[in-house]
């Protein structure tokens, strides 16, 4: 089985509706931030955007399998066909907890 990182880029104001939509499919988790992305397209900038010369995004991140991901990816298209989504796919090396046995709680 080969395992991937997906990671997406959207619009913070899409982002909820997509991680919504992410913990409602049995995934065994993801990590989430925001950033900033930086592009020659001004097209899709506002015009404030465009001055600043970036766009915030949230960006969202998990391993899978590299079936599972295409699969995804394909349901993301169909349940989101209006949002701005960009994404790239990894090779993952290797991944897991250093210490399993450590609460995250505080």
Known sequence: MTEVLL?????????????????????????????????????????????????????????????RADQLLLQLRETFPLYDIHYWLQPLLASGALNPGVSTAD
């Open 7 to 67: 990671t997406i880029s959207t619009r913070p104001q899409q982002a909820e509706a997509i991680s919504d939509w992410l913990l409602e499919q049995s995934l065994p988790g993801f990590t989430s931030w925001q950033a900033f992305g930086h592009s020659n397209r001004s097209d899709h900038l506002s015009l404030s955007e465009q001055i600043q010369g970036k766009q915030k995004r949230t960006v969202m991140s998990l391993h899978l399998d590299a079936e």
